[in-house]
T-cell receptor, first 112, second 112 residues
Framework: QKEVEQDPGPLSVPEGAIVSLNCTYS??????FMWYRQYSRKGPELLMY????GNKEDGRFTAQVDKSSKYISLFIRDSQPSDSATYLC????????????FGQGTRLTINP | DVKVTQSSRYLVKRTGEKVFLECVQD?????MFWYRQDPGLGLRLIYF???????EKGDIPEGYSVSREKKERFSLILESASTNQTSMYLC???????????FGQGTRLTVV
């Protein structure tokens, strides 16, 4: 069983829809929860991160962590075609980037 | 801006060849990483280096070696390329203790 599970999709939604991306994990030591965005033919870039449980909002993006359920989510409101990308969740127990564990990535397409 | 540059975007090599993938970062980061990215498997860590001449194995080091002679440069070596090493290779760097990793644009390697 993988430490981090993420539905690879692909996921295709119309412009303006609310998108929900999710990951589950098994390691209760994870403290930092990240979402990376990867555009086609580019490397991943950090979109946002959350420490421990709770919510974090950044513009149209909201990250949620539920440590009791070992479940994290990324919500995208008013989705735009420019949001089309692969979204990767990543987690760390706090030892820095050398201990990142990535999900498989979800390929998202926003249709105009 | 942090810049991580990989020497090639696309490479085609023959089975049995020795292959060098080069990566340079310009932000004086201590840590550098090599990942491979495959559909359905996400990012898997091959090797990382936390200092010049220092390295640690990641999750899938078999068939690979690395070299870090200078702080800004991290090389991935495929000693004898095989078709199952056909993949997207991503280099990344980070500061010690930081959770954010900065990625290069990737090298798509095809072994025929």
């Amino acid at each position: 069983q993988k430490e981090v599970e993420q539905d690879p999709g692909p996921l295709s939604v119309p412009e303006g829809a609310i998108v929900s991306l999710n990951c589950t994990y098994s390691n209760s030591a994870f403290q930092y929860f990240m979402w990376y965005r990867q555009y086609s033919r580019k490397g991943p870039e950090l979109l946002m991160y959350t420490y421990s449980s709770g919510n974090k909002e950044d513009g149209r993006f909201t990250a949620q962590v539920d440590k009791s359920s070992k479940y994290i989510s990324l919500f995208i409101r008013d989705s735009q075609p420019s949001d089309s990308a692969t979204y990767l969740c990543a987690m760390s127990a706090g030892q820095g980037a050398q201990k990142l564990v990535f999900g498989q990535g979800t390929r998202l397409t926003i249709n105009p | 801006d942090v810049k991580v540059t990989q020497s090639s975007r696309y490479l085609v090599k023959r089975t049995g060849e020795k292959v060098f993938l080069e990566c340079v970062q310009d932000m004086d980061h201590e840590n550098m990483f090599w990942y491979r990215q495959d559909p359905g498997l996400g990012l898997r860590l091959i090797y990382f280096s936390y200092d010049v001449k220092m390295k640690e194995k990641g999750d899938i080091p078999e068939g690979y070696s690395v070299s870090r002679e200078k702080k800004e440069r991290f090389s991935l070596i495929l000693e004898s390329a095989s078709t199952n090493q056909t993949s997207m290779y991503l280099c990344a760097s980070s500061l010690t203790g930081a959770i954010e990793a900065f990625f290069g644009q990737g090298t798509r390697l095809t072994v025929v």
